[in-house]
């Protein structure tokens, strides 16, 4: 489906005349993308191109928290792309992405921020594994030592 909206936007002004809906084009910008939560249970859902990992999770009831609304300043939205091509697609993560990504429980090779992941046609296919738990300093009753 996403290689269908790749190709779309970029020869838009062969294919215009086909006079394609709203709803097709909608259907046509999405990504499939499996996420597997804590107890090997996969939802698939259909992500539109430009969406964050993030709020697609949160539009289809997915439990990825994502404290701090996206904003860099956590690191609850952690997900891990479970096959190393997938994350080679991805763009590497800033500087910001990786502090954050430094507090995540259960951090692994191919940990992002699920805000920072953004739906794009080569992302296709990509599963997702949701961490069997999270750090929210602010809820988890963290209190900063003076330094």
């Known amino acids: 489906m996403g290689s269908a909206c790749f190709w779309f936007l970029n020869f ?4 215009l005349p086909l006079a394609i809906s709203i709803n097709d ?4 910008c999405r990504i499939s993308v499996t996420f597997v939560d804590k107890d090997g249970d996969e939802t698939v859902i259909n992500v539109p191109i430009g969406m964050s990992m993030l709020e697609a ?4 009831d997915i439990e990825l928290e994502g404290a701090c609304e996206g904003s860099l300043a956590c690191s609850t939205c952690h997900v891990i792309v479970t096959d190393v091509d ?7 993560p800033e500087d910001e992405e ?8 259960g951090l692994t090779e191919t940990s992002r921020l699920g805000c920072q992941v953004i739906a794009s046609p080569e992302l296709d296919g990509i599963r997702l594994a ?3 738990a999270t750090r929210n300093f ?3 009753g963290h209190v ?4």
Not at 25 to 28: H, M
């Open 12 to 15: 838009y002004h062969f294919v």
């Open 25 to 28: 084009w909608n259907l046509l």
């Open 57 to 60: 999770a949160h539009e289809n």
């Open 86 to 92: 997938y994350y080679n697609k991805l763009e590497d």
């Open 98 to 105: 990786n502090d954050m990504l430094d507090l995540a429980f």
């Open 130 to 132: 949701l961490p069997a």
């Open 138 to 140: 602010a809820v988890d």
């Open 144 to 147: 900063p030592k003076p330094h």
